[in-house]
Structures are given as structure tokens and as C-alpha cells.
């Protein structure tokens, strides 16, 4: 019977330990299920935070677009609004011209042929007056008369250049000049000496021949070789060559004068 008890003992010890072991193995399993759930939880954690930021970063690109896009709504509205203003300005501004066109028109109407008997009576001035520099003044009046048929020369530049011409002229009448140029009725080549309108003389350049424009005959003559010496003095002052000083010239009496 000792044995019996024995043998019973170590067969409950056996199964105390198996119980035991059994109990470790289910406690492992346990534990790993409950290791994985938690490393599972931290990977969808992760994962959940990833998307999170992802769909933060996307919320804040998609305000920035949003906003950007206000910006550019408000920049084209302020845009259009300045520009139907000058749609406005202009309209106006092309019915105010429609209504200077048609002033001009009439103004034109008048002008023009103001300007056309100014050309024709400077052409008389130049063919009147004293032939100094006659080819050049005849040059700028018929440029005068092609100008007019140009059309696109305005109406204003075209008063504007005759008025220049005009001044010209008046110029002539206040100043003194030496020139070279040939005398008409030889085709030699003198010096002339004009003194505003009031006198134009010549000399040859070795001097044996000294004439003057006779404003009373309207011809070019020879004077006295008395004048030979005053002219060439004349000519050098004309020339600022000599100081100025007072030279005897045969000016017309006012008996002779046209």
C-alpha cells in the first residue's frame, strides 16, 4: 500500500506541473495576443496620425488656393472696375473728338483758303522785293504751295510752317548779311552785301567790279569805283571780320524809293 501511495503522489505532482505548464502556455499565448494587438494599435496609431497630417496639409494647401483664388477675384474685380471706367472716359473722349472733327471741318472750310492767299501773297512779297537770295525764297514757297496738297500734313502744321516763312521774311528786314552768289545778269559768281531791304550790293572777288540792285530801275548795275573800297570794307564787317564801323553806301533817296 505504501507504493500505492507512492505512485499516487508523483502522478498528482505530474499533473500539478502539467497543470502549471499548461497554465505558462496559455499565459503566453495571452501575452502575444496581447503584445501583436498592441503593436498592431500603434501601427494603425501611425498610420490614423499619417493621414491626419496628410489631410492637414492638404486642408492648408486648399485655404492657400482658396485664398490666392479671393485675392485674384478681388485683384480682377478692382481691375475691371478701373477699366470700365476708362471704356467710359474713352466713349466719352471719342465723342468729344466726333465733335471737334466736325468743327474742324467747317474751321478748315475757312482756313484753308486763308492760307493758300497768304501763300500767293508771300510769292508776290519775294518776286517784289530785292532779289537777294531769290532761288532759295522761290524754293520755299513752292514747297509752300506742294505742302497743301499733302494729306498728311495736319492743318495746323501747315499754318504753322507758312507763319515760318513769314517770320522769315520779316527776319530779312532787320539783319545784314555777305553772301556768295551768282549775279543774274552775268551768271559770275560776287559777293553780295545786302543791308536789310534797303540796299544790296556786289563786288567781284579781285574787286575791279562793284555794283548795287537799283531798286528804282529794278536792275543790277555798276557804281563808281569810288565805292570800290567801301564795299569790301561793308563786306568785312557783314562777315564779322572788322569791328563795325561807318561806311559810305549809295542808299535811295526817299524820292526813288518804291
Known amino acids: 500500500m505504501p ?8 502522478t498528482l505532482g505530474m499533473a500539478a506541473t502539467a497543470v502549471l505548464l499548461l497554465g505558462d502556455a496559455q499565459a503566453q499565448v495571452v501575452l502575444d495576443n496581447t503584445v501583436g494587438t498592441e503593436t498592431k494599435i500603434n501601427k494603425d496609431a501611425a498610420a490614423s496620425q499619417r493621414r491626419v497630417t496628410q489631410l492637414a496639409q492638404q486642408t492648408a494647401d486648399l485655404l ?9 477675384t478681388e ?4 481691375y475691371n472696375d478701373q477699366l470700365e471706367r476708362v471704356v467710359t472716359d474713352q466713349r466719352a473722349e471719342i ?14 472750310r475757312g482756313v484753308v483758303p486763308l492760307m493758300l492767299e497768304m501763300i500767293e501773297t508771300l510769292d508776290q512779297i519775294v518776286e517784289r522785293d530785292m532779289p537777294f537770295r531769290l532761288e532759295e525764297r522761290r524754293e520755299r514757297v513752292q514747297r509752300l504751295r506742294d505742302m497743301m496738297d499733302q494729306a ?48 544790296l550790293v556786289y563786288q567781284t572777288s ?17 557804281l563808281p569805283n569810288k565805292y570800290r573800297l567801301e564795299v569790301k570794307e561793308g563786306l568785312s564787317i557783314a562777315r564779322n571780320e572788322k569791328a563795325p564801323d561807318l561806311v559810305t553806301l549809295p542808299v535811295p533817296g526817299p524820292e526813288v524809293a518804291q
Do not use: C, H
Not at 507504493?3 to 508523483?10: A, D, E, M, V, Y
Not at 520779316?170 to 545778269?185: N, V
Open 75 to 78: 485683384s480682377l474685380r478692382i
Open 152 to 199: 498728311d500734313v495736319t492743318t495746323s502744321e501747315k499754318y504753322r510752317r507758312i507763319m515760318e516763312a513769314y517770320q522769315g521774311e520779316l527776319e530779312y528786314g532787320r539783319t545784314t548779311e555777305a553772301y556768295s552768289e551768282a549775279l543774274p545778269t552775268t551768271g559770275q559768281t560776287v559777293e553780295f552785301l545786302r543791308i536789310g531791304r534797303t540796299l
Open 206 to 222: 579781285d574787286q575791279e567790279t562793284t555794283g548795287w540792285f537799283n531798286p528804282t530801275t529794278r536792275a543790277f548795275e555798276e
Open 3 to 10: 507504493q500505492i501511495n507512492g505512485l499516487k503522489s508523483l
Open 95 to 108: 465723342v468729344s473728338i466726333n465733335n471737334q472733327l466736325e468743327g474742324l471741318e467747317s474751321t478748315n
Open 64 to 72: 492657400a488656393q482658396y485664398r490666392g483664388v479671393v485675392r485674384e
